[in-house]
T-cell receptor, first 112, second 115 residues
Framework: GEQVEQRPPHLSVPEGDSAVIICTYTDSATAYFYWYKQEPGAGLQLLMSVFSNVDRKEEQGLTVLLNKKDKQLSLNLTAAHPGDSAVYFCAVRNTGYQNFYFGKGTSLTVIP | DAGVTQTPRHEVAEKGQTIILKCEPVSGHNDLFWYRQTKIQGLELLSYFRSKSLMEDGGAFKDRFKAEMLNSSFSTLKIQPTEPKDSAVYLC?????????????FGPGTRLTVL
């Protein structure tokens, strides 16, 4: 079955710096890719969804890169601010199959 | 539109008790998921319903965990009997087959502590 590895598990960056989180997956049939943010005591909030025909997607200070050859997905937070401090999860899904496979999460701390 | 709602937000149970967690999906969503979240294991799928039919029951969780979808707008997760290792956050999510990406939308979770 699909395996999703996420790194790093913990990340601290000064305010204004970039933060990069990387996920790798194993199934070449994986077609949908998601990034979620979880703040303390809350559920997972969807940040961005990407289909496999896209290599790069940017929205509101977030950049998602998809490298299908290396089966790698990354999230880049440009100019991070303290409000970005949270746990971030990647998730992937195959076409026609509703189950998501999640990474184990990255705890991001943005230092003021 | 209301998002996914879960009740209660916190639950404390004694070992051996029966507890029932509740979830209301986003109106019109066909799929409903129950997950258990722990720091060690991350998110683990407990159950998956499509249009009220159980599609997946998360194998390892069969014996004491039972999810039901009584109607398209309400689901319960029963844990019977509870054990201390069940202490975790239980998340409910829903999605729509008609959505472009079929994203899952999550509720705030129920934090369960079993003493």
């Amino acid at each position: 079955g699909e395996q999703v590895e996420q790194r790093p598990p913990h990340l601290s960056v000064p305010e204004g710096d970039s933060a990069v989180i990387i996920c790798t997956y194993t199934d070449s049939a994986t077609a949908y890719f998601y990034w979620y943010k979880q703040e303390p005591g809350a559920g997972l909030q969807l940040l961005m969804s990407v289909f496999s025909n896209v290599d790069r997607k940017e929205e509101q200070g977030l950049t998602v890169l998809l490298n299908k050859k290396d089966k790698q997905l990354s999230l880049n937070l440009t100019a991070a601010h303290p409000g970005d401090s949270a746990v971030y999860f990647c998730a992937v899904r195959n076409t026609g199959y509703q189950n998501f496979y999640f990474g184990k999460g990255t705890s991001l701390t943005v230092i003021p | 539109d209301a998002g996914v709602t879960q009740t209660p937000r916190h639950e404390v149970a004694e070992k051996g008790q029966t507890i029932i967690l509740k979830c209301e999906p986003v109106s019109g969503h066909n799929d409903l998921f129950w997950y258990r979240q722990t720091k060690i294991q991350g998110l683990e799928l407990l159950s998956y319903f499509r249009s009220k039919s159980l599609m997946e029951d998360g194998g390892a969780f069969k014996d004491r965990f039972k999810a039901e979808m009584l109607n398209s707008s309400f689901s319960t997760l029963k844990i019977q009997p509870t054990e201390p290792k069940d202490s975790a956050v239980y998340l409910c999510a829903s999605s729509s087959l008609g959505g472009r990406y079929a994203e899952q939308f999550f509720g705030p979770g129920t934090r369960l502590t079993v003493l």
